[in-house]
């Protein structure tokens, strides 16, 4: 897994990022921890989703947000996946027993609602997701399906 860089704010207002330049992106963003910012470079279009599967992608430039939804939602039906495992998909995901009974009692005997909402808090980083399972990337998904032994959906989205 590729770490974003680390300056101190002022090393950063002197030293713009050399990949930058050579890219030709806008200068990263920057944001503050502490006494040190952190650089990170701009967050991909989801345009080539297969780009994201790879373990070396995971980190958080690459992660997913809300608005992504549709697109994984249409990613796992075109691959395959039914839904009907989504309590154990979740888990996986890392949300809590205490979430997934929620989205099961709110959506009974609906499936894809169930799969929906479940997708949806990953998306949200519920359950506090992004410091015990890294957050909601391609490759967290990939895994999750090979740990629910769905390897074929799996490996049809990695292929991708």
Known sequence: ???PQTYSVQA???KPSSSTKKAGLAPPTLTR????GVVTEPRPSLQNL???ASPER???TNQ???TDLTKVLQLLKRHGYSGTTYYELGLFFGLSPATL???TKNNRDDVKSCLRECLTKWLEKADKIQETKGGPSIYSLVSALREL???AVADKIDKE
Do not use: G, P, Y
């Not at 921890?33 to 040190?36: A, C, R």
């Open 12 to 14: 950063f207002k002197n």
């Open 101 to 103: 009974d929620i989205i």
């Open 50 to 52: 297969s780009s994201m």
């Open 33 to 36: 921890s502490d006494h040190v």
């Open 1 to 3: 897994m590729r770490l």
């Open 58 to 60: 995971a980190d958080n």
């Open 64 to 66: 997913l947000q809300i």
């Open 149 to 151: 032994e769905q390897k």
